[in-house]
């Protein structure tokens, strides 16, 4: 998937006067999933050691790997 394509549409209507407010609203939205091909796809991969400080937050490529391997 490389993206979603939405739309949406609300409509509000009400009256005020001397503070007091009556408001109606009525909405409606949609939205589609974008699939493309993905052979031409890339990814860079930088390779840290466990304490290093940039390796906070780093995924684990065992786990990646084996998450799409099957």
Do not use: H, K
């Not at 509000?12 to 001397?18: H, I, K, L």
Request: proline fraction near 3%.
């Amino acid at each position: 998937m490389v993206g979603v394509i939405g739309s949406g549409n609300t409509n509000v209507s009400g009256t005020y006067g001397r503070g007091y407010m009556n408001a109606n609203a009525n909405s409606f939205g949609s939205a589609s999933a974008v699939r493309a091909p993905t052979a031409a796809a890339a990814v860079t991969v930088i390779m840290f050691r466990a304490n290093e400080p940039g390796a906070q937050g780093a995924f684990e490529a065992q786990q990646v790997l084996a998450q799409y391997s099957q």
